[in-house]
């Protein structure tokens, strides 16, 4: 992410952040399984930070591509937690609404290779079966 910072790749940015969220998702993962409950919302806070960012930078642009992208991981990291970050269960309105959104944004953009794996995150999150 600093690295596309300095290169001034202002459109690269939320994917880089998308990606270390995911990341840091992953680790919080590992630190729970070890027991180390601070490190674990330690990285879910990173987390929850690189996907805000990566919004603010994606609502500027627009991008809406993006933006598909942030409320996808945003519903697929967050929408089976069962603690709190931040004092949230979940940090945004709802996974309900981000997949929601990000349905809608797929469809008005065609951005059909995201198909698939709304249909996954609607299956795991809201009980929809995948078709």
Do not use: N
């Not at 919004?55 to 993006?66: D, V």
């Not at 945004?92 to 709304?118: F, H, N, T, V």
């Amino acid at each position: 992410v600093d690295g596309l910072r300095h290169a001034g790749s202002q459109h690269h940015i939320p994917r880089g952040l998308l990606t270390r969220a995911w990341y840091s998702f992953a680790e919080a993962s590992e630190h729970k399984l070890h027991g180390h409950e601070l490190e674990a919302t330690q990285c879910l806070i990173r987390a929850q930070s690189d996907l805000d960012e990566a919004w603010e930078i994606a609502e500027r642009g627009p991008m809406p591509l993006h933006m598909a992208d942030i409320h996808l991981h945003r519903a697929r990291l967050f929408g089976g937690q069962k603690s709190e970050v931040r004092g949230q269960k979940y940090p945004w309105e709802s996974p309900q609404k981000d997949l929601a959104e990000a349905r809608r944004l797929i469809e008005k953009c065609g951005y059909l290779r995201r198909m698939e794996e709304l249909e996954d995150a609607e299956s795991a999150i809201l009980g929809k079966p995948a078709k």
